[in-house]
Each structure stands twice: as C-alpha cells, then as structure tokens.
C-alpha cells in the first residue's frame, strides 16, 4: 500500500484555528446541517489567501451555510479558484471572496471595500444559503427576466447564489475580470 502525501492541513479545532467563526444563525437555514466549530477544516489555499483580505474589520467565515466555501475553476485555466463566505464582526455585513487560483483574494458584496456594487440587492448584502458551482455550459446559457444572456464569455465555471422566485446572482470570469451577472 503506497501513502500518498495530502495537500491538506490537518482537522483544526476551535481553540486552534487562527480565524474566527460565525455562530449566529441570522441567516435562512436550508436543510443541510450547519457546522460545528469543533469540525471546521480550512485547506491551505483558502487560509493562504484570506490571510491577505482587508475589509477594514475584522470577519469571521459564514458557517451557518453549509457548505461555506465551494471550489471551481472559475477562470477555465485548470487551476482551482475558491469563493469563500464572510461577515464583518461589527458591521455584520456579508461578503464573498473569491480566491483566483488559490493565490489573489477579490471581495464582493457588502463588505467590498471598492463599494462598487455588484447586486441590486440592498446594502449589497446578497449572500443567500443556496449557493453552488455551476459548469461553464449552464454558466453562459443563463438567462435574466428580459430573456438577456447574463454571462455570455464566461470562460469558466460560476459561482451562482438563487434566491425565492427564480431569480439569481452569478460570479464568473470574462477573461480580463469578475462580472457579477443578475
């Protein structure tokens, strides 16, 4: 039997991990269970890349959504990209960020510091539980209310979050930056 060596760290537990976590269940719970602290385990990429996030506070990582992290090849170039969820501590404010080829942390959301919107939603804080990978073909297939393509060029896969009623927010890459796609 031959061991292979893992690209993972190791289970971290709560009094061990070096960020803090979200435990207040303000969010719509969906049916899958949220996570215990004790059984959080970060892989080295994404704590690599949100060591080097700024939001001008300090954020915890959004558990109560499950699963709180997803992994994509958002940019088509082989090489794995994360979105991550977050809420500011104080400001209690939600963001995605969106670490491209596990290395260049983007925030969006409400707590961007660009304060470029992304959504229409208010205050920008469009984080919802629903939210999954969705394959480069559905990526450019989908459409908004006025039956317009939303992501055209996207060059890889999307990170999509639906909301009641059809309607959705996507994540994607045009080749030269994230477009977020209503």
């Known amino acids: 039997i031959a061991l292979l060596p893992s690209c993972h760290s190791p289970?971290?537990?709560?009094d061990e991990f070096p960020y803090n976590v979200s435990?207040?269940?303000?969010?719509?719970?969906?049916?899958?269970?949220a996570i215990a602290k004790e059984d959080i385990w970060i892989p080295t990429d994404i704590e690599d890349c949100i060591?080097?996030?700024?939001?001008?506070?300090?954020?915890n990582f959004e558990t109560?959504?499950?699963?709180?992290?997803?992994r994509a090849d958002l940019d088509g170039n082989r090489h794995m990209d994360y979105a991550i969820l977050i809420k500011g501590e104080k400001s209690q404010?939600?963001?995605?960020?969106?670490?491209?080829?596990?290395?260049r942390p983007i925030v969006f959301g409400a707590?961007?510091?660009?304060?470029?919107?992304?959504?229409?939603?208010?205050?920008?804080?469009?984080?919802?539980?629903?939210?999954e990978v969705?394959?480069?073909?559905?990526?450019?297939?989908?459409?908004?209310?006025?039956?317009?393509r939303i992501s055209p060029n996207a060059k890889g896969e999307s990170i999509s979050f639906?909301?009641?009623?059809?309607?959705?927010?996507?994540?994607?890459?045009n080749g030269e930056e994230f477009v977020v796609g209503e």
């Open 162 to 173: 639906a909301f009641e009623g059809g309607t959705g927010v996507h994540i994607y890459w």
């Open 93 to 103: 404010k939600r963001g995605v960020v969106v670490c491209k080829d596990a290395q």
């Open 11 to 14: 289970i971290m537990h709560s």
């Open 111 to 131: 707590l961007a510091r660009s304060k470029v919107s992304v959504s229409s939603f208010d205050d920008d804080n469009f984080i919802t539980n629903q939210w």
């Open 23 to 33: 435990t207040q269940p303000d969010v719509e719970k969906s049916s899958r269970p």
């Open 51 to 59: 060591s080097k996030v700024d939001v001008g506070e300090p954020f």
């Open 134 to 148: 969705s394959s480069k073909e559905v990526t450019r297939s989908q459409v908004n209310i006025l039956g317009n």
């Open 64 to 70: 109560d959504i499950n699963p709180f992290y997803l």
